[in-house]
């Protein structure tokens, strides 16, 4: 892979601009929705047009944001360690661990621990059990590569996806209704408390990804470019890893595995862009968290007063994409 590098007046120019669409979507998507809402009078606080449009739609629309943008940094940052612009922030098996998590917890019947939904615990611990799981496996003494840390994932991936399909098989009706609705992805209001939290926690490990892009690129090119360039691959690998399993695991515990975000989102801004990670990791973060606030409010109104699973809608437009995206790659093998 060669990377063409941008000059630093372009990456602020294509930063900002992606910053104000986001921006111009956080403003219009929560007056989006079935209901209507006067905004003069939300803004005056009162009733039921505050409530809706600041705790049922404010609170959601920022949780999209916050997974969207998180997830296609984390969609950039597993394409550049695999070098593999099919990688997606799920690749390495972190959103079936969290799954797995979150079934078991719906299978055994566990409403809330310290305090939290105990879906999201156990989703989070998941994801955190595999992230560890898969370094153990792919870890070769002080070295790690990408080659086996993808195998690794792959392998672990399809236990948790069986062991997943055991406990649905064992869980009651309602208890499989509840898991099929979680493994669909889905984004709700949350209590701003939990949303601060999660952001606390999200964000500067994002802003850690951006900051690194120079890094990212070397690795892109591959281990032994990187190496030969002063830069500890191994070690960039595994604070790589980390870092974008860590947002993974988060978002989707809170979430829901919303899949294709990862993969869109990057790889249409690569087209666009360029594969420079100086430019392509921040404008993925704005464009990402816009795409799926779009999404949500598209979910909420297009069969109102339903509503369909957002990691539904991502699917439907995300499935085409990778069909076309794994056409194009058949073409240019062959060119």
């Not at 449009?53 to 940052?77: C, D, K």
């Amino acid at each position: 892979m060669v990377i063409s590098l941008v000059s630093r007046r372009r990456v602020w120019r294509a930063s900002v601009l992606s910053a104000l669409f986001m921006l111009a979507v956080a403003c219009a998507a929560p007056l989006t929705g079935p209901a209507r809402v006067d905004l003069g009078r939300a803004l005056a606080g009162l009733s039921p047009d505050f409530e809706i449009l600041i705790y049922a739609r404010l609170s959601r629309v920022l949780l999209a944001l916050l997974a969207g943008g998180s997830l296609a940094v984390a969609g950039v940052l597993f394409q550049a360690l695999l070098r593999d612009a099919l990688a997606t922030p799920y690749t390495l098996g972190i959103s079936s661990g969290a799954s797995l998590g979150a079934v078991l917890a719906i299978t055994l019947g566990l409403q809330t621990f310290g305090g939290y939904p105990a879906v999201w615990v156990s989703a989070f611990a998941g994801a955190g059990v595999v992230l560890f799981l898969v370094l153990g496996i792919a870890a070769e003494g002080r070295r790690l590569s990408s080659f086996t840390l993808l195998l690794a994932g792959i392998t672990i991936n399809s236990i948790c996806l069986a062991m997943i399909l055991f406990l649905q098989n064992l869980a009651s009706f309602a208890q499989s209704f509840a898991i099929v609705r979680w493994l669909m992805g889905d984004i709700g209001p949350v209590e701003f408390r939990t949303l601060g939290m999660v952001a606390a926690a999200v964000l500067p490990v994002t802003g850690f990804v951006v900051l690194r892009a120079r890094e990212w690129n070397l690795l892109a090119v591959g281990e032994e470019w990187a190496a030969a360039r002063g830069v500890a691959a191994s070690r960039l690998i595994l604070l790589g890893y980390f870092a974008g399993s860590f947002i993974a695991g988060s978002i989707t515990a809170i979430t829901g595995p919303v899949g294709f975000v990862g993969l869109i989102v990057p790889h249409a801004l690569r087209i666009r862009l360029g594969a420079d990670h100086r430019l392509l990791a921040p404008c993925s973060f704005f464009v990402g968290a816009a795409f799926l606030a779009l999404c949500d409010a598209l979910a909420r109104t297009v069969l109102a007063p339903a509503e369909i699973p957002v990691g539904v809608l991502t699917a439907l437009v995300g499935g085409p994409f990778f069909i076309w995206l794994l056409r194009s790659r058949r073409r240019s093998l062959w060119m």
